[in-house]
């Protein structure tokens, strides 16, 4: 199975500040359509996770601009611009280039 | 507007069996394959399969064959999945998410196997 590893936030953030939250597969998400299978969701404490960037960097609709997603085939980005309070849960990122899907075990975003 | 629909939180005796329904509205439940996750509490993500409610074709993560089965009632755009041989490790929340993209995710259906 491929194995997502995501990173803890060394500090909780403020209010404002940017943010980048990295997730690394144990193998490339590239694949032979040139798409990279890449998923990120946010999860607000007690919700279900929703989905922010799909494809790697391709914002999911209705979701806001200060999120964006890049990487190469096995290293990947999310960055937040203007961190606000209602950013506040766990990141996953969760690969789909091959079954069995799977997650990377979270990265907890807290605001100061 | 797309919702999936899982049922309430269910308490099941050790041995037994759960079957968690998720109803879908607001698109077209034959042109989506429908996905299952399992969140135990305070941990990650686990993906355990998707099923294509056209045919029934289902794919597993190898960790939930022999758990969990998955079926699709077509005519009420409903998705099952039923748990088996229920242990204290199944004790999670469930969710239905629609495939393609997860774009839309049940409310999660929490299932306590407890004596």
């Known amino acids: 199975d491929i194995v997502i590893t995501q990173d803890e936030l060394s500090n909780p953030v403020t209010s404002g500040e940017s943010v980048s939250i990295s997730c690394r597969s144990s193998k490339s998400l590239l694949y032979k359509d040139g798409k990279t299978y890449l998923n990120w969701f946010l999860q607000r404490p007690g919700q279900s996770p929703q989905l922010l960037i799909y494809l790697m960097s391709t914002r999911a609709s209705g979701v806001s601009d200060r999120f964006s997603g890049s990487g190469s085939g096995t290293d990947f980005t999310l960055e937040i611009s203007r961190v606000k309070a209602e950013d506040v849960g766990v990141y996953y990122c969760?690969?789909?280039?091959?079954?069995?899907?799977?997650f990377g075990g979270g990265t907890k975003l807290e605001i100061k | 507007e797309v919702l999936l629909q899982q049922s309430g939180p269910e308490l099941v005796k050790p041995g037994a069996s759960v079957k968690i329904p998720c109803k879908a509205s607001g698109y077209t439940f034959t042109d989506y394959n429908m996905d299952w996750v399992k969140q135990s509490h305070g941990k990650s993500l686990e993906w355990i399969g998707d099923i294509n409610p056209n045919n029934g074709g289902t794919i597993y993560n190898q960790k939930f064959k022999g758990k969990a089965t998955l079926t699709v009632d077509k005519s009420s755009s409903t998705a099952y999945m039923e748990l088996r041989s229920l242990t204290s490790e199944d004790t999670a929340v469930y969710y239905c998410?629609?495939?393609?993209?997860?774009?839309?995710w049940g409310q999660g259906t929490l299932v306590t196997v407890s004596a």
């Open positions: 998410a629609r495939g393609y993209w997860f774009a839309y």
């Open positions: 969760q690969q789909l280039v091959e079954y069995p899907y799977t």
